[in-house]
């Protein structure tokens, strides 16, 4: 069976999350040969075989007002090269690994140090340990295995961010008091970690779909770390607690926003 290519149009896609929830949804979906994602124009181009309606049918539960715009068959050029290719699960296990550990650093620092911005940022390192572990779980398992492994990740993750907002407003109706140099020591240990991550991930960010995707992660997390940094120089600036506290409230709506998504998945 030929290969066709399907663009979509997708104008709610406008972040890594989107589109990490996207390839979960269409992840076991036969025929699926590559995914292409252009987050700034809100495109998704679809390699598969066979009609384009059950990708569709996949992506319309998720509420991105996806759309096809265009499809057709693709010419040679536009198919991944699929002779060759060196083995990825190694890197995988190693963002998996760096990424469950500073979970566990973050989570720890935070409580101990009542940042609510470092326990928020453990909890979107945790999001990528996820991600990279039903990456390596699913493999050659069932398409409803991974979607229930999905559903699991995403009532973890919110129940976690749930938790973080709930501690927000506890210390913005009894005090806290954050430490800024835990905060931004350990934001500065994770930056380390996430730029490694990239390091590890350069020589594939042109590889396959998810590698691509992983890249795109391990930007964003650098990017909060840099903002819970900033919060705790604000913090020491101030001597106020706010920028903890929004920090922290802005990083786990983005987690109990995805996990959401996730838990929709079908």
Request: glycine share 10%; charged share 20%.
């Amino acid at each position: 069976m030929s290969t066709r290519k399907t663009l979509l149009a997708v104008p709610k896609m406008d972040c890594p999350s989107e589109e990490r929830i996207i390839r979960m949804a269409l992840d076991g979906l036969p025929g699926i040969v590559d995914l292409r994602f252009d987050l700034g124009q809100r495109k998704l181009t679809v390699l598969h075989s066979g009609d384009p309606g059950p990708v569709i049918a996949k992506l319309e539960p998720l509420g991105l007002g996806a759309r096809i715009e265009s499809t057709g068959e693709a010419v040679p050029g536009e198919l991944p090269a699929l002779q060759g290719r060196k083995s990825e699960a190694g890197v995988l296990r190693v963002l998996l690994g760096i990424n469950a550990v500073m979970f566990v650093v973050e989570l720890l620092a935070g409580w101990s140090a009542e940042s609510t911005g470092l326990i928020a940022d453990s909890l979107d390192m945790l999001a990528d340990a996820v991600v990279y572990g039903l990456a390596l779980y699913a493999v050659g398992r069932a398409a409803h295995v991974k979607v229930r492994a999905a559903h699991l990740s995403g009532v973890f993750q919110g129940i976690l961010a749930v938790g973080v907002i709930v501690d927000v407003v506890r210390r913005f109706a009894t005090g806290s008091a954050p430490e800024p140099p835990t905060m931004i020591s350990v934001s500065t240990l994770a930056l380390v970690a996430n730029v490694s991550c990239l390091f590890l991930l350069a020589k594939h960010r042109d590889g396959e779909a998810h590698m691509r995707a992983s890249w795109i992660f391990s930007t964003n997390d650098v990017l909060a770390n840099l903002g819970v940094m900033a919060a705790g120089a604000l913090v020491a600036w101030t001597g106020s607690h706010a920028p903890d506290l929004v920090v922290g409230t802005a990083v786990s709506a983005l987690v109990l926003i995805g996990a959401y998504r996730i838990f929709r998945l079908r």
